[in-house]
């Protein structure tokens, strides 16, 4: 995919860091003046609200300098810990760079538990006014609705990825249409189990987390409504964790000898599959799961998985920092940027 050349020109409100350097104050400074906080002095409250207007001025006249080389800073927030699909953003990342430095930008990965909301919320917070656009995949929790939505009053452009937030001040989501995965994980299942009845399992990282909880909603819909003989047992939360996902894999396992199906959801897969494999339950039961990784890869291979929704992540790594980019100059479309699509993986069409 060949993403256009984009010309920087400053579109939003200064950055914090660019307010601190014009009036000579520290960036905790700047913080305080603009949420109204005490401890600013009367003579240092003024220096700010005037560096604060001389760069509105520039920005509406055009004055303002042209930013350098490297000038716009972008950064990914993502999830701490094993995750093979985070780590293909990594490196998705990492291959944009050559085209990152064309436009005159770099990007930044940093990490949180993703499962902490005070954490997470922490860690957002930490890069206010620090970076031009701010991408974030995180738990919707209103700690991290809160922290997102002062970031973005400050002037920061933020995307979310792969899951949304449900923060209004929040620019773009890049992802799937997760309720449509849900069913499609359904309909999947559902013909893999082409006759049976009886018990299906779900395996997900956290209801928190709103791509889960829309594909969990999707599925549950498709399921009642067309495959009633499938009865579906309470979701076990794993935090997309393996260690943790394996032992609840393998209670449900021995619990439920009739299982007919799994769902999983998010992430934690190499896990699921080792509890499977432990338990002769793989073939036997029906699996479908999400993200094409080596883990995934091999449980289609040697058929413990039914199939795999896939999404790339490297359409997304693009079409992210795109985004950002083009609202930081002030394109106001992207008529190329297509939409994130749903893939489906089986042992037969594997790349």
């Not at 990490?111 to 909301?117: C, E, H, K, L």
């Amino acid at each position: 995919m060949t993403a256009p050349a984009l010309t920087p020109r400053p579109d939003l409100p200064a950055r914090l860091h660019d307010v601190a350097r014009e009036a000579g104050v520290s960036l905790a400074t700047v913080d305080r003046v603009l949420n109204q906080r005490p401890g600013v002095s009367a003579r240092t409250l003024a220096r700010v609200q005037e560096a604060l207007h001389r760069l509105a001025v520039q920005a509406d006249t055009g004055s303002a300098p042209q930013p350098r080389a490297g000038s716009w800073l972008l950064c990914f927030l993502l999830p701490a810990g094993q995750n093979s699909f985070v780590e293909q953003l990594r490196e998705a990342l990492h291959a944009l760079t050559p085209w990152l430095a064309e436009q005159h930008a770099r990007v930044d990965v940093r990490t949180t538990d993703a499962f902490a909301p005070a954490a997470a919320s922490a860690a957002v917070k930490r890069l206010r006014g620090q970076y031009d656009a701010v991408v974030l995949m995180l738990e919707d929790h209103p700690l991290v609705r809160d922290a997102v939505e002062r970031m973005a009053r400050d002037g920061t452009c933020v995307i979310t990825l792969v899951s949304d937030i449900a923060a209004r001040a929040r620019n773009h989501f890049v992802g799937i249409d997760n309720h449509a995965a849900g069913r499609t994980a359904a309909a999947l299942l559902a013909r893999s189990l082409t006759g049976r009845s009886g018990p299906v399992g779900v395996v997900m990282g956290s209801q928190a987390l709103h791509d889960h909880a829309q594909r969990l909603q999707g599925f549950r819909e498709l399921m009642a409504a067309e495959h009633p003989r499938l009865a579906l047992l309470p979701p076990l939360a794993c935090q997309d964790r393996p260690e943790s996902a394996q032992p609840l894999v393998a209670r449900l396992l021995a619990e439920r000898p009739d299982l007919a199906g799994l769902y999983s959801i998010g992430a934690g897969n190499d896990g699921i599959h080792a509890a499977l494999r432990a338990s002769g339950a793989a073939g036997r039961v029906a699996w479908v799961c999400h993200e094409l990784t080596p883990h995934t890869r091999a449980a289609l291979l040697d058929g413990t998985a039914s199939a795999v929704i896939g999404q790339s992540a490297a359409q997304e790594a693009l079409t992210a920092c795109r985004l950002a980019l083009a609202r930081l100059t002030r394109q106001r479309s992207l008529a190329d940027t297509t939409p994130i699509r749903i893939e489906i993986y089986l042992k037969d069409n594997l790349p």
